[in-house]
């Protein structure tokens, strides 16, 4: 059987890892990402605070040496799902089974004036100049805004105020500062009650303002102000911005999506195509965008393969549970929990915020790290 899969995100590395481990070297899986590797979306915080540096955080496709399982460093330009078939600047790929996981692109240049005013911190670079840019910031007004819905990792914007106030902190820069953090939703962390309660007290002590379902439109390079879709101006000296996101312009051109986003089964994250799956970021599957469910319906996915090679029924259908570590600041860590029930919304509980799930963190990373690329 030819596995064919696009993208080594979270979903991606998960699936060829799982079909490796299941099927050893019975099946033939091609692994494609235009990249040079790949980095853990929390890590980029770490960058733009200084804790870390791209480099350091970038674990190298390279690295990937599973039975079975090769890597191909390409840009996908076209898909035809019906056929499963895939053209690189590489090359043709056919597959028996084909996964789409190329996850969702940012746009800075979606956000008039963002590129030119202000800093993203959605990409390794966008991180490095963001953290370059907060190291020369001298004090003033700091606004953390998001463009559009939906977006990846969705703590991630509140996060970025919570730990731009420690780092003006640390540079005894906060009594002249002021910090505001703008999004389209009513609450930080929608799937999650708790996290969101957390997060708007870890506000308030801090003296964050909290501006909630608004968006910022553009920036205006005249008067140095983000304007809301409220029709609201909020002046600033460091923007901090959250991009646009859209599927991958390969995957609309192919037809596959619908609305923006690849539709999906939420049961069997099949598409529409016979032997086509997709997961991740990529989908409209009624999960939030966050690395935790893209790897579990790569894991799912993989089983499901796993099954039909080995001429197996696989009844089994995807359960959309997953966790991940929420950064208040002052080094206080919250683990999340989210369980998507499918007409029902989502359940969420959480544990901490706490110092101590800081190594539980540390250790989340690492055993990914060992399990994708060793």
Same mark, same amino acid.
């Not at 050893?24 to 590797?37: K, M």
């Not at 990792?153 to 906060?174: K, Y």
């Not at 039909?308 to 029924?313: N, V």
């Not at 989502?346 to 915020?353: E, I, Y």
């Given at each position: 059987?030819? @596995?064919? $899969?696009?993208?080594?995100?979270?979903?991606?590395?998960?699936?060829?890892?799982?079909?490796?481990?299941?099927?050893?070297?019975?099946?033939? @899986?091609?692994? &494609?990402?235009?990249?040079?590797?790949?980095?853990?979306?929390?890590?980029?915080?770490?960058?733009?605070?200084?804790?870390?540096?791209?480099?350091?955080?970038?674990?190298?496709? *390279?690295?990937?040496?599973?039975?079975?399982?090769?890597?191909? #460093?390409?840009? $996908?330009?076209?898909?035809?799902?019906?056929?499963? #078939?895939?053209?690189?600047?590489?090359?043709?790929?056919?597959?028996?089974?084909?996964?789409? =996981?190329?996850?969702?692109?940012?746009?800075?240049?979606?956000?008039?004036?963002?590129?030119?005013?202000?800093?993203?911190?959605?990409?390794?670079?966008?991180? *490095?100049?963001?953290?370059?840019?907060?190291?020369?910031?001298?004090?003033? #007004? @700091?606004? @953390?805004?998001?463009?559009?819905?939906? $977006?990846?990792?969705?703590? %991630?914007?509140?996060?970025?105020?919570?730990?731009?106030?420690?780092?003006?902190?640390?540079?005894?820069?906060?009594? !002249?500062?002021? &910090?505001?953090?703008?999004?389209?939703?009513?609450?930080?962390?929608?799937?999650?009650?708790?996290?969101?309660?957390?997060?708007?007290?870890?506000?308030?002590?801090?003296? &964050?303002?909290?501006?909630? !379902?608004?968006?910022?439109?553009?920036?205006?390079?005249?008067?140095?102000?983000?304007?809301?879709?409220?029709?609201?101006?909020?002046?600033?000296?460091?923007?901090?911005?959250?991009?646009?996101?859209? =599927?991958?312009?390969?995957?609309?051109?192919?037809?596959?999506?619908?609305?923006?986003?690849?539709? $999906?089964?939420?049961?069997?994250?099949?598409?529409?195509?016979?032997?086509?799956?997709?997961?991740?970021?990529?989908?409209?599957?009624?999960?939030?965008? %966050?690395?935790?469910? *893209?790897?579990?319906?790569?894991?799912?996915? %993989?089983?499901?393969? =796993?099954?039909?090679?080995?001429?197996? +029924?696989?009844?089994?259908?995807?359960?959309?549970?997953?966790?991940?570590?929420?950064?208040?600041?002052?080094?206080?860590? =919250?683990?999340?929990?989210?369980?998507?029930?499918?007409?029902?919304?989502?359940?969420? +509980?959480?544990?901490?915020?706490?110092?101590?799930?800081?190594?539980? !963190?540390?250790?989340? *990373?690492?055993?990914?790290?060992?399990?994708?690329?060793?």
């Amino acid at each position: 059987m030819r @596995v064919v $899969v696009l993208g080594g995100g979270f979903g991606g590395l998960e699936c060829v890892s799982r079909i490796s481990e299941l099927l050893a070297s019975d099946t033939d @899986v091609t692994l &494609i990402d235009r990249g040079e590797g790949f980095t853990f979306g929390f890590q980029k915080l770490d960058v733009m605070v200084g804790k870390t540096d791209p480099s350091s955080v970038l674990h190298s496709y *390279a690295d990937i040496d599973k039975p079975g399982v090769r890597f191909v #460093r390409a840009v $996908v330009t076209s898909i035809d799902p019906a056929n499963r #078939r895939v053209q690189t600047d590489a090359g043709e790929f056919d597959a028996d089974v084909l996964v789409v =996981a190329l996850g969702a692109d940012v746009n800075p240049g979606g956000t008039p004036g963002l590129t030119g005013l202000g800093h993203e911190f959605y990409t390794p670079d966008g991180a *490095a100049a963001a953290r370059d840019a907060l190291n020369a910031f001298d004090g003033g #007004r @700091v606004v @953390v805004g998001v463009a559009s819905l939906p $977006v990846k990792c969705a703590p %991630a914007p509140s996060e970025a105020a919570l730990l731009v106030h420690d780092v003006l902190v640390r540079r005894g820069l906060r009594e !002249k500062s002021e &910090i505001t953090a703008v999004s389209p939703v009513p609450v930080p962390v929608p799937p999650s009650p708790p996290a969101s309660k957390a997060i708007v007290a870890a506000f308030a002590e801090r003296g &964050i303002t909290w501006i909630p !379902k608004c968006s910022v439109q553009s920036l205006d390079a005249e008067r140095h102000v983000a304007l809301l879709s409220d029709g609201r101006e909020l002046p600033f000296d460091l923007y901090l911005g959250v991009p646009r996101h859209h =599927a991958p312009a390969v995957v609309d051109a192919a037809g596959l999506t619908e609305d923006g986003w690849i539709p $999906v089964d939420p049961r069997t994250m099949r598409t529409k195509f016979a032997g086509v799956y997709a997961i991740g970021d990529v989908t409209s599957a009624g999960t939030p965008k %966050a690395g935790v469910f *893209a790897e579990g319906q790569g894991r799912f996915v %993989a089983d499901a393969i =796993a099954a039909e090679a080995r001429g197996e +029924t696989f009844e089994r259908s995807y359960e959309a549970t997953g966790y991940c570590y929420l950064q208040v600041g002052q080094d206080n860590l =919250a683990e999340v929990h989210v369980t998507v029930v499918p007409g029902e919304g989502s359940l969420s +509980t959480m544990n901490g915020p706490s110092p101590d799930l800081n190594d539980r !963190k540390v250790e989340f *990373a690492a055993s990914r790290a060992r399990r994708w690329f060793s």
